[in-house]
């Protein structure tokens, strides 16, 4: 495997812009995206003083090659508790719910313990531990998601009695069914007259989550979180759940898992809360979260006490990072802290590149610019369409536009609303999406501003040619 100039920056710790300086002072003209021969990464390695010995894969940076084999043979595997997210529209009580459980639970086994908002706390029943995320809503559940972690394994989805079902509580059903999480329904503010469960259930029939009473299987449990009641009840529902999902890890390896929140501490620094998925992390052990790296100095659990390990399921926040890492972040401790270092540090400097790159993602309003520049030399696009005629018209026009220097290549085309996934593609290939008589969803919208995807829509086949024709031309109008 050879590397590209991106990924060889990475390895050296450099910049890219320096490889490519030092390269042109060579005599060799690359993008960020070339190929490098391995003679010309040994030169570099000269240039630069270091010795390149071995073949290097990029892979390297992969956090995942550094997850301990899972020889997760049943004997192994070890029940864990399960990790529940709480969602639902707004005011239906997200937030009273989980302070309640809190509350409510918390004390008993934990007396003494000063109550610490880390991001996640863990509560026991029935001699059983249940993991809770305390950030409430999807936002917090879809961003992980996005970023590859699927950390939740139950879902409540909390309705008030009063209001019933409403459009954040349909976006919950759709993003606990895409993750395939299962649903708890708790039925809230049942101390208020007006409740009526009767019309909840009625309403999320019709969402496909029948109540067992009506013959489905979607347990539904009616609480009132202001009052403590119904408490008991529900992580009871939780554990039977959890029963049924049969949650095993295993314990006795080295710890991995995902980040659930962190911040910049005044006083200590980076914390993080992390919680663990799979093995076991003490303080001391060398850690690669996300892009940052360090030595665990310290753990401490929901009730603020120092810890001096953390297993599957359970949330702790940590000090000792070298950086602030994001929510939705993998981490993976290591055995060897130079390694530990060594990777963290590439992968730093490997995010810090895609960042800057990440400003320069193609639209159409610099399409001539770079193309001017030599900077593209393939245009590729993302159709869209409300039918497959249309999609498979639009694609053929694309094709026969002919541009000198610049070859356009149609990496996708479907039939249907522009989704997320799309729209992630267009991000991951530097494309153009294109819509014809459909436009984005909300999740899509909300992606396409952030990874700045040029997302264009249309309503007349030819209007889509011209536009893509002028944009190559040089002659887009800027007030489009
Ligand atoms: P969230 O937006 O879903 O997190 O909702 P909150 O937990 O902030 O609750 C919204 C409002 O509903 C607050 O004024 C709560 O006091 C109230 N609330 C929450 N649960 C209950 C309940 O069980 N009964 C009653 N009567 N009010 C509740």
Known sequence: GTLTVGELAAKLHKDSSEIIKKLMFLGVMATKNEQLSKETIELLGEEFGVEVEEEVYVDELDIEHYVEEDDDKEEHLQERPPVVTIMGHVDHGKTTLLDSIRHTKVTEGEAGGITQHIGAYQVEENGKKITFLDTPGHAAFTTMRARGAQVTDITILVVAAD????????????HAKAAEVPIIVAVNKMDKENANPDRVMQELSEHNLLPEAWGGDTIFVNVSAVKNEGIDELLEMILLVAEVEELKANPDKRGRGTVVEAELDKGRGPVATLLVQSGTMKVGDPIVVGNTFGRIRAMVNDVGRRVKTAGPSTPVEITGLNDVPQAGDQFVIFEDEKK??????????????????QTNKVSLDDLFDQIQQGEMKEINIIVKADVQGSAEALRGSLEKIEVEGAKINIIHTGVGAIAESDIILAAASNAIVIGFNVRPDVNAKRTAEVENVDVRLHRVIYDAIEEIEAALKGMLDPEY
Do not use: H, K, L, Y
């Open 163 to 174: 209001d019933g079902v409403m459009p954040q509580t349909v976006e919950a059903i759709n």
């Open 340 to 357: 530990a270092r060594q990777i963290g540090e590439a992968r730093g400097v490997r995010a810090r590149d895609e960042e800057r790159s």
